[in-house]
């Protein structure tokens, strides 16, 4: 049987053309460390519905994984999105939170009006010694986000902030929070996000601080960290933790102003969840290899099986196209260009090719994919998510028609 093993790799050239040895060598490294660290704490916590724990973090951290954007001369590795999504693709094939919890690094939580703590918390950062949650969505905005109705007020050098906030992830367990807030409401002309602002609620990791109480969202997938419902009754903020700009980005720009710099930070997730959508594609599909070969009926294996090879032999392609897809987007956001069609694209393309993937990988595993025994099943449910957080799939068609034909 001939096996990816035996056959002779394609020139780089041709795989990936914009390719090079240092990228490969960091891939590799995060391939590694997804195989014989992460996947086997999955394994075992996945199932319990389990958090990841700190010294996994910790790892990550120690390579530099979270300041992977954030300049060297600020302590990261100075790298750009498309590092950031070739680590993480190789992570989330493990386990897709593993895979997320990098972006709560990158600078998150760092664009404050101070440059001076500005750079102080970039290099905290870097470190992943300052690693945050995002409270964006409330229960009657998501993909609108100019509908948050959270409420910051003015009060002598604070803004007091009252509201709920949904599908904070990994909140308690945070050093900070960001919270998107509204400031005024719109004036007559103003698009409905004017007066939406982020602040910075700093936290002790473990607890909520005061006025903010939360409770864990139980999911159907997604394990590794938890997602909060928060509510927030007059907590206070200085002034000073009034941020520039979401998502901590490098490439934004720190005067646009709270809601006009969230839209380069959206693309960067978008493409992120793309190449996470990826990885966990590649699990099922690399599971889905071996069972074929594994699993025997009627005296042979089933990879004998002309209609399930042709089956894994689309569920390659698909994977490879996305990838392909991923990388392209990613080198455009590094070279300065906006890309919002391509990120929008590209999410859309990702996140349903691993729903599908991970289908046709529980359907090959037959009733042994529909049990917690394989990763298989780990896999399906992770990737159903992918096509909702960071923008339904229904958001990324409306986005992609409204640049084709207006809106």
């Known amino acids: 049987m001939t096996t990816n093993e035996s056959r002779p790799p394609l020139p780089p050239e041709l795989l990936m053309p914009w390719r090079t040895d240092e990228r490969a060598a ?28 700190r010294s996994l ?5 120690a390579k530099g994984w979270f300041g992977i954007t954030i300049p060297a001369d600020a302590g990261g590795l100075g790298l750009g999105v498309f590092e950031y999504c070739l680590v993480s693709e190789e992570l989330a ?3 897709l939170s593993v895979g997320s919890i990098l972006a709560r690094g990158q600078g998150l939580g760092t664009q404050t009006i101070d440059a001076e703590r500005r750079k102080e918390l970039l290099r905290k950062s870097a470190r992943g010694e300052w690693i945050g949650s995002i409270a964006l969505s409330e229960p009657g905005a998501g993909s609108d986000l100019a509908g948050v109705e959270t409420r910051a007020v003015r009060d002598g050098d604070d803004w007091v902030l009252t509201g709920t906030k949904r599908w904070a992830g990994f909140a308690l367990n945070a050093d900070f ?36 109480t939360g409770h864990a969202i139980d999911k159907v997938g997604y394990h590794g960290f938890m997602t909060y419902h928060l509510e927030l009754d007059a907590v206070r903020v200085p ?14 720009d720190a005067d646009a102003g709270g809601f006009a710099s969230v839209q380069r930070g959206l693309n960067i997730a978008r493409v992120h969840t793309a190449a996470r959508a990826v990885g966990v594609a590649q699990g099922a599909l690399e599971d889905t290899w071996a069972y074929l070969q594994e699993r025997e009926q009627f005296g042979k294996p089933l990879a004998e099986f002309q209609a399930l090879r042709f089956v894994l032999a689309d569920m390659a392609a698909d994977v490879a196209q996305a990838r392909a897809y991923w990388q392209q987007v990613a080198h455009l956001l590094d070279a300065g260009e906006a890309a919002e069609t391509e990120s929008a694209q590209v999410k859309l393309l990702a996140t349903e090719m691993s729903v599908r993937v991970t289908n046709q990988a529980m359907q090959l595993h037959g009733g042994n994919g529909y049990t917690t025994e394989r990763r298989v099943e780990r896999y399906w449910r992770d990737a159903r998510l992918t096509t909702i957080f960071e923008g339904t799939s229904e958001i990324q068609r409306r986005i992609i028609s409204d640049r084709m034909l207006g809106k």
């Open 26 to 53: 960091l891939q590799a490294e995060a391939r590694t460390f997804a195989r014989e660290t992460v996947l086997p704490i999955a394994d075992e916590l996945d199932p319990q519905k389990g958090e990841m724990p």
């Open 57 to 61: 973090i910790d790892a990550m951290a």
């Open 93 to 95: 094939r493990a386990w």
């Open 177 to 212: 929070i960001e919270v998107l807030a509204r400031t005024r409401d719109p004036e007559e002309g103003e698009p409905r996000s004017a007066g939406l602002e982020p602040f910075l609620v700093v936290k002790t990791p473990g607890t909520f601080p005061s006025g903010m």
């Open 239 to 252: 002034e000073s933790d009034r941020l520039t700009g979401l998502y901590g980005d490098q490439g934004a």
